[in-house]
């Protein structure tokens, strides 16, 4: 059974630009969350895809745009980058209103 | 409102003594509690989980939480610190019809003392 991945893990933009991260969901989930997590700070929630349809949002702007494919997949894009997006993304796969385990993180870097 | 508050950023300990990291909730309907650990570079992993059944959860690597609702609390515990116990620990709380989104505290950092 294969884990929830990211990709990259690692990522330096610049102010302006647009970023895409990337989440392999666990084999057989069908929900997957997106966090972010400053630095010294707890996660928090951005949104969540249920069936590639978006299933609740935090307190995140409309910059911050996600998608889910067939395969469960997801990906989470941000434009305009700003200095204080820099943080660590994390991605939840679970089942519907069930655990969700967590990836490593993408760490990204706005310069 | 949901909310979580962890008393402490940082808390240090003795390798052998015991670790307790303090948690209080918010929430007007009764909650799902949860702990996780993150390791430096790594995401989260789940210790325990309280979801209304008994009032002591026990989890993973030695951890137990109790579910206090008088004091609105969920510390969680473990008799005999590791050194491997060294981490990051969140306190997490959602919703009973909607475990999807979860709050998190802002974390505290266990050190252990050889």
């Known amino acids: 059974e294969t884990g929830v991945t990211q990709s990259p893990t690692h990522l330096i933009k610049t102010r302006g630009q647009q970023v895409t991260l990337r989440c392999s969901s666990q084999s057989g989930h069908n929900t997957v969350s997106w966090y972010q997590q400053a630095l010294g700070q707890g996660p928090q929630f951005i949104f969540q895809?249920?069936?590639?349809?978006?299933?609740g949002r935090g307190n995140f702007p409309p910059r911050f745009s996600g998608l889910q494919f067939p395969n469960y997949s997801s990906e989470l894009n941000v434009n305009a980058l700003e200095l204080d997006d820099s943080a660590l993304y994390l991605c939840?796969?679970?089942?519907?209103?069930?655990?969700?385990?967590f990836g490593p993180g993408t760490r990204l870097t706005v310069l | 409102a949901q909310s979580v508050t962890q008393l402490g950023s940082h808390v240090s300990v003795s390798e052998g003594a015991l670790v307790l990291l303090r948690c209080n909730y918010s929430?007007?309907?009764?909650?799902?509690l949860f702990w996780y650990v993150q390791y430096p570079n790594q995401g989260l992993q789940l210790l325990l989980k309280?979801?209304?059944?008994?009032?002591l959860v026990k989890g993973i690597n030695g951890f137990e939480a109790e579910f206090k609702k008088s004091e609105t609390s969920f510390h969680l515990t473990k008799p005999s610190a590791h050194m491997s116990d060294a981490a990051e620990y969140f306190c997490a709380v959602s919703e009973r019809d909607s475990a999807s989104k979860i709050i998190f505290g802002s974390g505290t950092r266990l050190s252990i003392r050889p």
């Open positions: 895809y249920y069936r590639e349809e978006e299933n």
């Open positions: 929430s007007s309907v009764p909650p799902y």
């Open positions: 309280y979801t209304s059944a008994a009032t």
């Open positions: 939840a796969s679970s089942l519907l209103n069930n655990e969700q385990f």
